[in-house]
Nanobody
Framework: QVQLVESGGGLVQPGGSLRLSCAAS????????MSWYRQAPGKERELVAN????????NYGDSVEGRFTIFRDDAKNTVYLQMLSLKPEDTAVYYC???????????WGQGTQVTVSS
């Protein structure tokens, strides 16, 4: 059974930082591209960042470019999202996603709430 378990969310003041973690189990982690998405109330889910499984190349949404960093540790089956200079508009539920075109699989975590407020 595949599980993606996010952690690290919480309440932070504007300008603060958080690091999210997503621990994966039940899959061959090193063969999956990993992504973080977020969904704010009343808005569609949007891509925050992703990292490939092959060369660990990364891609970021325009609104987080330069502030957020995605990285992975295949030895720990974990992907991280380091978030700096947080803004109130970063408030959302953040979801971890694992996707493999090779296996034709796509998995989601349950989400972790990030609230940026003074």
């Amino acid at each position: 059974q595949v599980q993606l378990v996010e952690s690290g969310g919480g309440l932070v003041q504007p300008g603060g930082s958080l690091r999210l973690s997503c621990a994966a189990s039940g899959l061959t982690f090193s063969r999956y591209a990993m992504s973080w998405y977020r969904q704010a109330p009343g808005k569609e889910r949007e891509l925050v960042a992703n990292i490939t499984h092959s060369d660990w190349s990364t891609n970021y949404g325009d609104s987080v470019e330069g502030r957020f960093t995605i990285f992975r540790d295949d030895a720990k089956n974990t992907v991280y999202l380091q978030m700096l200079s947080l803004k109130p508009e970063d408030t959302a539920v953040y979801y971890c996603n694992a996707k493999s075109s090779w296996y034709g699989k796509n998995y989601w975590g349950q989400g972790t709430q990030v609230t940026v407020s003074s």
